[in-house]
């Protein structure tokens, strides 16, 4: 039995089926998270399959200088959080690829006492995680742990059509060598 799993309640687990299953084409995404003192402004712009994501980050002394990027789809939501319990916050953006898969990414970086921002890694599904996978990314902060569900389709299954059900990973944040990687740490099915 996975230790993890009992933290998971079935409303928390509800939440993560109430996430938007599509981006919004051609829009911006404006929003403010506060956490632990810290203030992140999210902000997105840009028309087509690329987008211009700015995080910027107030609260923090000194102050952290802010974090531009292009990302390739759409931000489509944003989320901050603790996850490994360090007093520090950590902003996640969740991006909706173009394309019929709309296939997911997460944007990430965890705040550093110096006043920086580290960056955050969520590795490519492998193994029996990548089986039947084809995109369609919802994520989502549930207690203490990022979650990632997604369709399960099985051989001949249209894009519009999976029959296999869904895989929800949670993934936990850990220190890597050059930053943080979210390390999966259970599976559910359902």
């Not at 997911?104 to 590795?123: F, H, N, W």
């Not at 050059?178 to 359902?190: D, E, H, N, R």
Request: charged share 15%; glycine share 12%.
């Amino acid at each position: 039995m996975n230790r993890f799993l009992p933290q998971l309640t079935a409303a928390a687990l509800l939440l993560v089926g109430a996430l938007p299953s599509t981006a919004w084409a051609g829009a911006g995404f404006h929003k403010t998270l506060n956490l632990q003192g810290i203030s992140f402004l999210v902000h997105s712009s840009g028309e087509g399959s690329q987008q211009q994501l700015t995080i910027t980050t107030t609260g923090a002394k000194p102050p952290i200088k802010p974090i531009r990027q292009t990302v390739n789809g759409q931000v489509v939501g944003a989320e901050v959080a603790d996850l490994n319990n360090n007093g520090l916050p950590e902003i996640y953006v969740f991006v909706q690829g173009a394309g019929s898969g709309s296939y997911g990414e997460v944007v990430a970086y965890a705040v550093m006492k110096g006043a920086e921002l580290s960056p955050i890694t969520l590795p490519e599904l492998t193994g029996a995680n990548a089986q039947g996978y084809q995109g369609h990314d919802q994520f989502q902060v549930v207690e203490s742990c990022l979650a990632r569900r997604f369709p399960i389709y099985k051989p001949g299954d249209s894009n519009a059509k999976a029959t296999g059900g869904q895989r929800q990973i949670c993934y936990k944040l850990k220190a890597g060598e050059a930053g943080f990687i979210l390390q999966p740490t259970s599976v559910l099915k359902f």
